[in-house]
Nanobody, 115 residues
Framework: QVRLVESGGGLVQAGGSLRLSCVASEITFEPNVMGWYRQAPGKQRELVATITSVGITNYAASVNGRFAISRDSAKNTVYLQMNSLKSEDTAVYYC?????????WGQGIQVTVSS
């Protein structure tokens, strides 16, 4: 199973920026899709953004135009650049990889946006 470790979270003021990183290890094949999901208190986990192995991206409507996902296959790393952060972006952010029928999740990292 792919091991995923997130970093880069923390506390930021509204309007600020953060960059999340997720490093994948213990992989045999490059995941087809990697992505970021988030879960706010009392809410279900939701998709934020995904990127395929050939660079096709998909974003949730709520972050489109503010967040950017990218991928460095040589480093087995996926990034999430988050700009113009809002209080409603506060959540635990999870990295996910998809390889065939095998999904792997990171442990999550807290992002808190203060208004």
């Amino acid at each position: 199973q792919v091991r995923l470790v997130e970093s880069g979270g923390g506390l930021v003021q509204a309007g600020g920026s953060l960059r999340l990183s997720c490093v994948a290890s213990e992989i045999t094949f490059e995941p087809n899709v990697m992505g970021w999901y988030r879960q706010a208190p009392g809410k279900q986990r939701e998709l934020v953004a995904t990127i395929t192995s050939v660079g096709i991206t998909n974003y949730a409507a709520s972050v489109n135009g503010r967040f950017a996902i990218s991928r460095d296959s040589a480093k087995n790393t996926v990034y999430l650049q988050m700009n113009s952060l809002k209080s409603e972006d506060t959540a635990v952010y999870y990295c996910k990889s998809e390889l065939g029928l095998l999904d792997s999740w990171g442990q999550g990292i807290q992002v808190t946006v203060s208004s």
